[in-house]
């Protein structure tokens, strides 16, 4: 297959709207699962989501131009997913199992567009919302994030020339390819890429999946981008993400019922899948809590992602669970995803081996590591950390307590309230650079 002259592609911005999404299959494939669950058994919640750019330095009303952000996100609400893809999500086989998606959820989703948004500016900032129907609003989360980190990427490299292009994008690939080299010396690694939502751009992060596709071969285990996976015949991996349990938890009209949310959730994902897909997030409302009221069924789950706390401690106190609850480790998988860099991966990796199964889901330091590339000096091209996350469900407030408090997400008040009731134990503040 011939490879696109990123550089060329980029300089020849000739055309009047140049899409960045093209297709609603560029999204993350834990999103296409939660959506069957939330249509299936939530079909009358709602539920908003909104932007959160926690790189407050970095002004995005000042870098993106505001026409263009309303150009790009007007034509992902154009787009429907077309026929071959209809066919390839009935027809391929997703983690062993086949038709994964039942025929009338994929009927329903033949017709899905994206609901309208809500825009506005505020000290530098875009208040960007997506309020509606959870079953529609979803769906927003990772092409809005695509979208704005692409533009505010575009934006940083309008001034360059094709040269300075080109420099940059050598050096961006020769920085990737020093990391793949490092993964390929690590016997049995498992990598996969995680980058979608905070990308540098589509074509990079299709070169990418590529690249580590012919650079550390059968340890590239997939992506979590469906239309990639699609595209060259890789696994689309996911399972679910902190959106669930901040819904369920907003819906609670008790305290009994705001601790049992999270367990609620495992019981309802359960009834849908199975097997490799039983992957639990423990640290939405706090690992500790979550480790400590978890029931006895959980410890046969196939594994968790843990995901705020550092990967080698965070690891640690999920094997030290398992083995409470009289369960092999070593049969057990876990899947680290949380800002990871090589020398993390590495350390993670030499600390847990022939300890536990282990995969690495690398996100914005694979297909958004920009820094030091331009041949002029700019930090517009570094990453930021900017999420999309559920602010309310049915009008009630959503909230997010983490394993950094500096990823906790909503209302101040309900932060404290949640807190109250799930405890701050082992709750570390860290540095969140993506």
């Given at each position: ?26 999204t ?26 926690r790189?407050t ?11 263009e ?7 992902a ?8 893809e209809?066919?390839w ?8 199992r ?5 025929p ?18 505020r000290?530098?900032?875009?208040e960007l ?8 609003t ?19 490299m309008?001034?360059?020339?094709p ?15 020093a ?16 980058g979608?939502?905070?990308r ?9 999946v ?15 981008n ?6 060259n ?16 938890a ?32 423990p ?8 480790l ?6 959980i410890?046969?789950?196939?594994g ?14 999920i ?5 409470e ?5 070593k ?77 906790a997400?909503?209302?101040?008040k ?21």
């Amino acid at each position: 297959m011939a490879r696109t002259d990123i550089a060329r592609r980029v300089y020849n911005h000739t055309w009047k709207l140049d899409p960045i999404v093209r297709s609603l299959l560029d999204t993350d494939f834990y999103k296409l699962l939660m959506l069957q669950m939330i249509w299936g058994m939530y079909p009358k919640v709602d539920a908003t989501f909104t932007l959160i750019n926690r790189t407050t330095s970095v002004r995005l009303a000042d870098e993106i131009d505001e026409g263009e952000l309303r150009e790009q996100l007007d034509h992902a609400r154009t787009l429907r997913f077309s026929k071959k893809e209809m066919i390839w999500l009935g027809g391929n086989t997703f983690y062993g199992r086949k038709q994964i998606f039942e025929p009338e959820f994929l009927a329903w989703l033949e017709g899905f567009r994206l609901p309208d948004y809500e825009l506005s500016r505020r000290d530098g900032q875009y208040e960007l919302s997506f309020p509606g129907p959870w079953m529609y609003t979803t769906l927003w989360e990772i092409p809005a994030l695509a979208i704005i980190n692409e533009l505010r990427s575009r934006a940083a490299m309008r001034s360059f020339g094709p040269f300075a292009l080109d420099v940059l994008y050598a050096r961006a690939k020769a920085k990737m390819w020093a990391k793949t080299e490092r993964l390929k010396a690590l016997p049995g690694i498992r990598i996969s890429d995680f980058g979608t939502r905070r990308r540098h751009s589509f074509l990079w992060q299709r070169w990418c999946v590529e690249a580590l596709k012919e650079g550390i071969g059968e340890a590239f285990t997939g992506t979590s981008n469906v239309l990639l996976a699609m595209d060259n015949d890789l696994e689309a991996l996911g399972t679910n993400a902190h959106e669930l349990p901040m819904v369920f938890a907003a819906l609670a009209r008790s305290e009994m019922e705001l601790r049992e949310a999270p367990y609620k959730v495992l019981q309802d994902w359960q009834r849908y899948y199975g097997g490799n897909l039983l992957i639990v997030l423990p640290d939405t409302f706090g690992t500790a809590a979550f480790l400590r009221d978890a029931p006895d069924w959980i410890a046969d789950w196939t594994g968790f992602r843990p995901d705020s706390a550092p990967p080698i401690e965070g690891g640690e106190k999920i094997l030290s669970w398992w083995r409470e609850k009289g369960k092999d480790p070593k049969q057990k998988l876990l899947i680290f995803s949380d800002g990871l860099e090589v020398e993390t991966i590495e350390e993670t990796y030499h600390h847990f081996r022939g300890k536990v199964r282990m995969s690495f889901g690398w996100g914005t330091n694979l297909t958004n590591d920009f820094e030091g590339c331009a041949p002029t000096e700019t930090k517009s091209l570094d990453a930021i950390s900017l999420v999309c996350k559920v602010s309310e469900a049915n009008g009630r407030p959503a909230v997010k307590l983490s394993d950094n408090p500096a990823k906790a997400t909503g209302d101040e008040k309900e932060i404290k309230r949640y807190l109250k009731i799930f405890g701050e134990k082992d709750r570390v503040e860290q540095l969140v650079k993506v």
